[in-house]
């Protein structure tokens, strides 16, 4: 069975999400110091912009518009003790769930690895270390809201959950900042191809996303900012570019002059002359030079847009994470993160804005730039253009979600990953193999869960979990960590299933020493579960869908299979047997009777 090709298909049902609004704080300077979270409660003078909400009418068809009258008025510390207390009670649910274990419970496993964490801008693995006392703040880009997610979406916020997890497990104070692009070209082409509102056309894929990201075991950042809630924070930071010179009017149009910035580049370490017209940039004879780039876009008919000092408009892409950084963050961070295909022109260009907005910012703007692989689908770069686009509720429909998210960290994250069935059979196959072991251990060990004490008694067990975490430790090698699992399953299941492992005596000690060890590790990865029973039954589910046989099916087969080895038709059974295992289905002859399970179809 082959993956369809073609643009993805749209859902009519819309999942009702319960929303929350977050009051992030009023406008502040380009330049806060120290960051808002963190800074003593105080009054400022500053730009407030107060939104309203006109319409337009185009072809029949409804528009939303906003604009910004421009106003004086003393900081409102209510919103900044709002967004403080959310922060707070964000590290309280944290340290309160089993998402990631207390770094009280782990103390002694964390002093014994070190982070390296490898930094796009040095070229290099450097030591993680937290600047102080100041919570880590990470800023990943979010997605442009007009679609559902594809999967390319799921490899980087997996890769980033991940990340924020392997923080908290370290005992950090981390606050995780994932933005939404709910104001583009694209959701404008979407919302006049379906006659809705953009606000409409955001607010259903926001939710939409939201769903992926849960299905997919993604925790949830501790703020989730959306673009149009801070357009007043960006005008006021183009404001200052071009006051500082970095920054031009033309028409309407706010363009950024990327010859000014001396050290423009430093992130991608690309050179002037590799942004020649014509070929890496658009053409436009209006730019002073062909690398620059918009900071503001002069209004369009039948598009939303907003007062600014330039004229009716709405901000360019570039100029939302780095205005939202700076308002929510502060003016440095910890890490920024995305795809790889971020490193130019995006996250350069979000560098150079917040160099030029602030006279006395270095480039520093983020201590670590992180940033994953691509997505190949059979070897092939994955792309709408070339049909081999698949969203993420393409991919569950055939795999369940832990299959997928076992799949995505078998992969290095800074590599290339191949998506394909195969590897995605592979994937539900070992799967089904580590959670059937735990299910098996816990059969044995009856209802007292194993505790990381039971790992620090058996030596294999504890050897087995200082090697995952410091492969988790060297630039989260996840993939390193699952094959550590390999040796310990395989021991895990000579002693419950052989006869000599279940005669040993150390067996209860080994099996609670493992269970301890490798859950702790898959509470990092995000692949733990409160019930693995349920997992095995969801693989099962999937592996049907996959070769499109029901449950009663493969019964039907495992009993005629029986009656032929009754008759001592052997020929035939195996000739079923062979059946299903061409469907990635296998069978197990056990004392209690025939099972089956899915399997790696090769």
């Keep these: ?41 105080g009054l400022s003078s500053v730009a407030r912009f107060t939104r309203m909400k006109v319409s337009t009418t185009t072809s029949g068809s409804s528009t939303s518009g906003f604009f910004f009258s421009n106003t004086s008025r003393r900081f409102d510390s209510r919103s900044r003790t709002t967004l403080a207390a959310q922060v707070l009670d964000k590290k309280r649910e944290l340290s309160s769930s089993s998402t990631c274990t207390s770094a009280a419970a782990s103390s002694d496993l964390v ?15 450097q030591l993680f270390v937290p600047r102080g006392k100041e919570p880590i703040s990470m800023y990943v880009c979010g997605v442009t809201v007009y679609d559902y997610s594809h999967i390319g979406h799921a490899r980087v916020y997996t890769v980033f959950d991940v990340l924020y997890r392997y923080l908290l497990w370290r005992g950090y104070d981390v606050i995780y ?3 939404f692009t709910d104001i583009d070209d694209k959701i404008i082409k979407r919302a006049q191809e379906t006659g809705e509102d953009t606000n409409d056309v955001t607010r259903k894929f926001i939710d939409e996303f939201h769903v992926d990201m849960v299905s997919l075991g993604n925790l949830k950042p501790t703020l989730e900012p959306k673009a149009t809630e801070h357009i007043a924070d960006m005008i006021e930071q183009i404001e200052n570019i071009v006051e500082n010179g970095h920054g031009y009017e033309v028409d309407g149009d706010v363009y950024f002059d990327v010859p000014s910035l ?55 892409w570039h100029i939302e994470c780095s205005s939202m950084i700076h308002k929510l963050l502060g003016e440095k961070i910890d890490i920024h993160g995305g795809g790889l295909d971020l490193t130019f022109p995006h996250h ?13 910012c270095s480039d520093d703007f983020s201590r670590f730039w992180v940033h994953n692989g691509f997505v190949n689908v059979d070897a092939e770069k994955m792309s709408k253009s070339l049909g081999n686009f698949f969203t993420i509720r393409d991919v569950l429909e055939r795999y369940h979600p832990k299959a997928l998210r076992f799949f995505l960290l078998n992969t290095h994250y800074r590599s290339s990953i191949n998506f394909s069935d195969s590897l995605l059979n592979e994937a539900s196959a070992r799967c089904y193999y580590l959670y059937q072991t735990l299910v098996d251990c816990m059969g044995v060990l009856g209802e007292e869960v194993p505790t990381l004490a039971d790992c620090e008694k058996h030596k294999e067990s504890k050897e087995m979990l200082s090697d995952a975490l410091r492969a988790m430790g060297d630039d989260l090698g996840t993939q390193q960590a699952l094959a550590i699992f390999s040796p310990a399953l395989k021991s895990m299941n000579e002693f419950l299933h052989t006869k000599k492992g279940r005669k040993n005596p150390k067996r209860v000690e080994a099996l609670k020493g493992y269970y301890s060890g490798i859950s702790e590790v898959l509470k990092i ?8 029973q349920a997992i095995l039954d969801g693989l099962k589910v999937s592996a049907l869908a996959r070769c499109g046989r029901t449950a009663e099916e493969v019964e039907n087969i495992i009993t005629m299979r029986q009656d032929a080895r009754k008759n001592k038709d052997f020929e035939k059974s195996d000739q079923l047997r062979e059946e299903l295992m061409g469907d990635g289905i296998a069978l197990l002859d056990t004392p209690q009777g025939t099972e089956w ?3 790696s179809i090769s």
């Design 1 to 41: 069975m082959t993956w369809g090709r073609g643009r993805c298909r749209y859902y009519s049902r819309t999942p009702t999400l319960k929303r929350q609004r977050r009051t992030l704080g009023q406008a502040c300077s380009s330049c806060p110091s120290p960051s808002p979270l963190t800074k003593e409660l």
């Design 111 to 125: 002093e014994e690895t070190n982070f390296m964490l490898y930094n796009t801008k040095a070229r290099e693995k």
């Design 177 to 179: 900042c994932r933005n």
């Design 262 to 316: 001396d050290g423009y580049g430093s992130l991608s370490r690309r050179k002037q002359d590799d942004n020649r017209a014509g070929e890496r940039v658009d053409v436009d004879s209006r730019k002073k030079d062909p690398a620059d780039f918009a900071l503001w876009k002069s209004r369009k008919p039948g598009e939303p847009f907003w007062e600014s000092p330039w004229g009716e408009g709405r901000p360019g």
């Design 348 to 360: 350069e260009n979000e560098l150079a804005q917040s160099m030029a907005s602030c006279k006395q």
């Design 525 to 532: 990865l995000g692949l733990e579960s409160e019930d693995y």
């Design 597 to 599: 399970r899915p399997v």
